[in-house]
């Protein structure tokens, strides 16, 4: 048997090298846009029962696409105990959560008198499964709770339909609600918790130890969603939402989705001469847990923002 | 063209086991320049197809199955994704392993300048599948 030279032997194992390299880092670029898209629904395990709150099921389409999703309407309580929904606002969650996830701050907004429309997003909850845009997909959830609100069936007919609605997200559910804002004027004023300004800032942090494989899972979600993250920066549509209120949040201590990201979300809402905008940075507040490290003060802060800006008839109520 | 053909595939049907030794002339056509771009490129040009192949029939799933439809749309993904990559390892490994016997068999006939030209198209091809990690680790 003739053995092969040692330039032969060198290329083969360079092949062989390059193969299992190329490969692999398709076959794990592939897996990690398939799992980031598509990260299993966190189970709803609790309702507005539990904080003794009266609540109806409701279910609604994304606009354009049409997907079933569903969540909540929690009525405001007035001082007297009369429900309503003359001002409600739309409440979206994070990523890798469900309408639960600040439950506990929607029981104390309804009982300042401010109806709470808490869903699930798209493949989250109980909505219907679909990939995940990192909250680009998700304003057309928003949009279509809008839809629900001003057109849909009424859960409750004795109430009416609202007659202002505004909107609170957190980190992409924020993101979602700037898209939807900039394009949906029924929405009249929103506040914005830990969202990023571009999604390439979101997207180191969220792979962690595996950004070597940014680039690969950026086009193969290209490929399999259509979803190209370079593009997703809700900070070039801030300066449409003017006229309406502004409010972000963020934490000082955010490692997920840094400061910065808010004071370029502001600085871009600025930009539009009528702009009404306000910042809070909450000191020691890691990524959404502002409401958990200033929680009195974030109730308060939501709530007078909404009661000063959420306006019913021109007036506040 | 036609009696070209003719000898190349004589000459392929004749190719002898890489075990025996090597006591063959091959055709003139079997190693002119083409076909020694056509054989060493083949693992990369193969790849190409699967993956324009796998690309289209993506598309096609998200064009006639709808999200809404989404749990089908992604198992059908998978199924395409599963498929592709392993023809394309099977493509990558057969058409490597075929070009360097070929190369073999040149530098054992004597023919030496194939057999490098085959050789360096074979490290442009593995520099080439390299690439993509290479500018990943730059640019990410």
Not at chain 1, 41 to 65: E, I, M, Q, W
Not at chain 1, 130 to 139: D, N, R, T
Not at chain 2, 104 to 115: D, I, K, Y
Request: hydrophobic share 50%; glycine share 8%; charged share 15%.
């Amino acid at each position: 048997m003739v053995r092969a030279p040692v330039s032969q032997r060198i290329i083969t194992g360079f092949l062989i090298l390059s193969g299992i390299l190329a490969f692999f880092y398709i076959i794990a670029s592939l897996l990690l846009a398939i799992i980031i898209t598509n990260r299993p629904p966190k189970p709803v395990t609790t309702t507005p029962a539990s904080f003794g709150l009266n609540y109806r099921d409701v279910s609604f389409l994304s606009r354009d696409d049409h997907l079933l999703l569903r969540g909540w309407l929690i009525p405001g309580i007035l001082p007297d105990g009369r429900l309503t929904v003359e001002r409600t606002i739309i409440q979206i969650h994070g990523a890798e959560n469900n309408r639960a996830q600040v439950l506990d701050i929607d029981a104390a907004i309804v009982k300042q008198g401010i109806a709470v429309l808490a869903f699930d997003t798209r493949g989250s909850g109980e909505s219907a499964p679909a990939p995940k845009g990192g909250g680009y997909f998700e304003q057309r959830d928003v949009l279509g709770a809008v839809d629900f609100l001003r057109s849909g069936p009424m859960s409750y007919p004795d109430l009416g339909r609202p007659k202002a609605i505004g909107g609170w997200g957190i980190s992409v559910g924020g993101d979602a609600l700037i898209y939807a804002a900039a394009q949906e004027p029924a929405i009249k004023a929103i506040v914005v918790d830990s969202a990023y300004a571009t999604m390439a800032e979101y997207m180191e942090p969220a792979f962690g130890d595996f950004s070597l494989f940014i680039p690969g899972a950026r086009y193969s979600e290209i490929m399999l969603y259509g979803l190209d993250y370079t593009y997703i920066r809700p900070v070039d549509v801030m300066a449409r939402i003017a006229p309406r209120p502004i409010f972000l949040i963020q934490g000082s201590a955010d490692t997920y989705i840094r400061p910065s990201n808010m004071t370029e979300l502001a600085a871009a809402a600025k930009a539009a001469p009528d702009a009404h905008v306000q910042t809070w940075l909450v000191p020691d507040a890691n990524h959404i847990q502002a409401f958990q490290v200033a929680e009195g003060t974030y109730i308060d802060r939501l709530v007078n923002f909404f009661n000063t800006e959420l306006h019913v008839n021109g007036n506040t109520l | 063209m036609k009696h070209m053909k003719c000898i190349q595939t004589e000459c392929e049907n004749s190719v002898p086991d890489s075990k025996e030794p090597l006591t063959g002339v091959e055709s003139e056509g079997s190693r002119s320049l083409w076909y020694i771009v056509l054989l060493a490129l083949a693992p990369l040009y193969l790849l190409i197809i699967i993956g324009v192949l796998a690309f289209a029939l993506v598309m096609l799933d998200r064009h006639f199955i709808l999200v809404t439809n989404f749990v089908l749309q992604q198992d059908i993904f998978i199924a395409i994704l599963i498929i592709g990559i392993a023809c394309a390892i099977i493509a990558y490994s057969l058409s490597v392993m075929h070009a360097l016997r070929k190369i073999g068999m040149w530098r054992q006939n004597g023919l030496r300048r194939q057999a490098t030209l085959g050789q360096l198209l074979l490290v442009m091809v593995a520099s080439i599948m390299l690439f993509p990690i290479i500018l990943a680790l730059f640019i990410h």
